[in-house]
T-cell receptor, first 113, second 113 residues
Framework: GENVEQHPSTLSVQEGDSAVIKCTYSDSASNYFPWYKQELGKRPQLIID?????GEKKDQRIAVTLNKTAKHFSLHITETQPEDSAVYFCAASIQGNTGKLIFGQGTTLQVKP | GAGVSQSPSNKVTEKGKDVELRCDPISGHTALYWYRQSLGQGLEFLIY????????KSGLPSDRFSAERTGGSVSTLTIQRTQQEDSAVYLC???????????FGPGTRLTVL
């Protein structure tokens, strides 16, 4: 079945630096790749997503890139702030099928002031 | 509008007892998903509903787990004869079908003693 690998598991950066989280997926039929942010004790919230017909998408300080050939996608956060500290999950799904999300294991991002 | 809600927020039970977890999706969302998040782990897909039907139950870990959805709205996840390994946060998500963003509920934290 579909598998998503996410690296690194933990990431510590200084405020103002950039952070990059990478994911690879196994099912070439996957066509939708969301990223969720989960603060401690809270529900996961979508921060950005990308569909397979697009190579890059940006939203202010957050960007996601997708390489379909290599089956990997990445989250880039620039000018990190302490409030960016959280666990980030990547996921992959086949839209138009069940749409179920297959998640990576998560990355704990710590932004040090 | 109101988001996805789940009840109870916390449930402590004894090994061998049955538990029911409830999910109220966003009104009008036809797709409903259950996921499980074990401590420090990613989210694991359990079951998908489209309307009241469950075309994908592939993530249910054993026959002790079952779920139903009524009126195209509320869903109940039932775990029979609970085991300690069932301890986790159970998250529900809903969306406008299998093409769209999934919105998560706050989860039910289940502890099996």
């Amino acid at each position: 079945g579909e598998n998503v690998e996410q690296h690194p598991s933990t990431l510590s950066v200084q405020e103002g630096d950039s952070a990059v989280i990478k994911c690879t997926y196994s099912d070439s039929a996957s066509n939708y790749f969301p990223w969720y942010k989960q603060e401690l004790g809270k529900r996961p919230q979508l921060i950005i997503d990308i569909r397979s017909n697009v190579g890059e998408k940006k939203d202010q300080r957050i960007a996601v890139t997708l390489n379909k050939t290599a089956k990997h996608f990445s989250l880039h956060i620039t000018e990190t702030q302490p409030e960016d500290s959280a666990v980030y999950f990547c996921a992959a799904s086949i839209q138009g099928n069940t749409g179920k999300l297959i998640f990576g294991q998560g990355t704990t991002l710590q932004v040090k002031p | 509008g109101a988001g996805v809600s789940q009840s109870p927020s916390n449930k402590v039970t004894e090994k061998g007892k049955d538990v029911e977890l409830r999910c109220d999706p966003i009104s009008g969302h036809t797709a409903l998903y259950w996921y499980r998040q074990s401590l420090g782990q990613g989210l694991e897909f359990l079951i998908y509903f489209q309307g009241n039907s469950a075309p994908d139950k592939s993530g249910l870990p054993s026959d002790r787990f079952s779920a139903e959805r009524t009126g195209g709205s509320v869903s109940t996840l039932t775990i029979q004869r609970t085991q300690q390994e069932d301890s986790a946060v159970y998250l529900c998500a809903s969306s406008y079908g299998g093409y769209n963003e999934q919105f998560f509920g706050p989860g039910t934290r289940l502890t099996v003693l």
